[in-house]
């Protein structure tokens, strides 16, 4: 009797860490793509023919290997698998952390683990509204906010004026929310493939997850506060 329990026991085991790896490579992606994402922004500053000459790019690439737009649609459809699989191993692990902590043997130490992971959870469906939120701001221009000039550059500076301060707020909130999913993501993703076995990798991971924190959502940060104070026009 005992053995069936223990092979049940063993595969919730696999299925858990299973779903923690699907989290951390589906993390590490995420992690590519924004820092990719915040280097093409910050290309605002340096004008418009450049920032228009890089967005044009982006849709050119590997042409005529690709069509008009291939690499992008590449991108779309990784990231979206990724979304899909981060969002369900989340879920899961939640599911199953929640009903744990209806067991008698759950003790006090617990309730900081908790707190931490119902950040990372609402963080994570906030960042998941803003991504929609952008994509109908920025790619299909459902949400029109300050007309709709050609040049993306026009497009993203028209967007972030001082008559439509709601949009940076927006945006600047959001990015608190993926610093802190950053700063908790690295670490996470770092105890999971085994990075944090010392007192030095425990520190390494610390600092990583601040920095590329800073670094992303301070990144991503600077424009629209430069063209909401006027620095960049």
């Known amino acids: 009797m005992a053995t069936p329990t223990l092979v049940k026991g063993s595969r919730s085991t696999r299925s858990t860490i299973a779903l923690k ?10 992690i590519g793509y924004v820092l990719l994402h915040m ?21 050119t690439f590997g042409e005529p290997m ?20 981060h969002a369900y ?12 902590r209806t067991q008698k043997y759950v003790v006090k130490k617990a309730v900081a683990a908790t707190l ?20 109908l701001h920025l790619t299909t ?3 029109n906010v300050n007309g709709d000039p050609e040049s993306p550059y026009e497009r993203v500076v028209s967007s972030f004026q001082p008559e439509q301060w709601w949009v940076a707020v927006v945006y600047l909130l959001a990015m608190i929310a993926l610093a802190m999913h950053l700063r ?7 105890q999971t493939l085994g990075l944090t076995n010392t007192a030095k990798s425990r520190a390494r991971a610390n600092f990583a997850g601040v ?21 960049v026009d």
Not at 213 to 223: D, M, R, T
């Open 21 to 30: 790896l699907l989290m951390a490579v589906t993390g590490l992606v995420f």
């Open 39 to 59: 280097y093409g922004n910050l290309k605002v500053f340096a004008g418009q023919e450049a920032f228009d000459e890089y967005a044009h790019h982006l849709r």
């Open 66 to 85: 690709l069509p008009y737009e291939g690499l992008l649609w590449v991108l779309r459809v990784v990231l979206l698998l990724s979304v899909i699989g």
């Open 89 to 100: 191993a989340a879920f899961a692990l939640w599911a199953r952390a929640s009903k744990a």
């Open 116 to 135: 931490s992971s119902k950040m990372m959870r609402w963080g994570g469906v906030a960042l998941l509204l803003f991504v929609v939120f952008h994509l």
């Open 141 to 143: 221009h459902t949400i």
């Open 184 to 190: 908790h993501g690295v670490w996470s993703a770092s």
């Open 211 to 231: 920095f590329l924190a800073v670094v992303i959502a301070g990144g991503f940060a600077l424009v629209p506060l430069s063209i909401l104070t006027g620095i």
